[in-house]
């Protein structure tokens, strides 16, 4: 799957940066539905000013929808501003740091566990870049 800076989540994220302050949902909608049908899009807020931060995440039907927009929406010009337009990383989507950072520590356990109980015999040029990841 891939996305935009104005990012898609389930099927094809992209994220949309670099978005004017004044521009509405409604406009960046209306110009991700151009190269293909936005199944979601999301704005982003600061979470204390409630202020738009300048990108957003729209989420397509497809593949070949989100990278229409790649192509097709970066660097077009909405209120004065060029849109930055890529494909968003589906890893981080839709979830807040604090609950990242337990599910890191849990996929972590786990491979260490992992390792421990059935790997022990395994060469270090395997395990240290593994344990480095984590």
């Given at each position: 799957?891939?996305?935009?800076?104005?990012?898609?989540?389930?099927?094809?994220?992209?994220?949309?940066?670099?978005?004017?302050?004044?521009?509405t949902e409604e406009?960046?909608?209306?110009?991700?539905?151009?190269?293909?049908?936005?199944?979601?899009?999301?704005?982003?807020?600061?979470?204390?000013?409630?202020?738009?931060?300048?990108?957003?995440?729209?989420?397509?039907?497809?593949?070949?929808?989100?990278?229409?927009?790649?192509?097709?929406?970066?660097?077009?010009?909405?209120?004065?501003?060029?849109?930055?337009?890529?494909?968003?990383?589906?890893?981080?989507?839709?979830?807040?740091?604090?609950?990242?950072?337990?599910?890191?520590?849990?996929?972590k356990f786990f491979?260490?566990?992992?390792?421990?109980?059935?790997?022990?015999?395994?060469?270090?040029?395997?395990?240290?870049?593994?344990?480095?990841?984590?």
């Amino acid at each position: 799957m891939k996305s935009f800076i104005i990012g898609i989540t389930k099927w094809e994220n992209s994220t949309v940066g670099n978005i004017s302050y004044d521009a509405t949902e409604e406009q960046l909608v209306q110009i991700c539905g151009e190269v293909g049908q936005v199944v979601n899009f999301r704005m982003v807020y600061d979470n204390k000013t409630h202020k738009k931060k300048g990108y957003a995440f729209c989420e397509y039907v497809d593949e070949s929808s989100a990278a229409s927009a790649k192509r097709n929406l970066n660097d077009r010009d909405l209120n004065g501003r060029k849109l930055r337009v890529d494909f968003a990383d589906n890893n981080q989507i839709n979830i807040p740091s604090d609950e990242r950072e337990k599910c890191l520590k849990s996929v972590k356990f786990f491979v260490e566990f992992f390792v421990m109980l059935f790997c022990t015999k395994l060469p270090c040029q395997i395990l240290n870049p593994i344990t480095r990841i984590l």
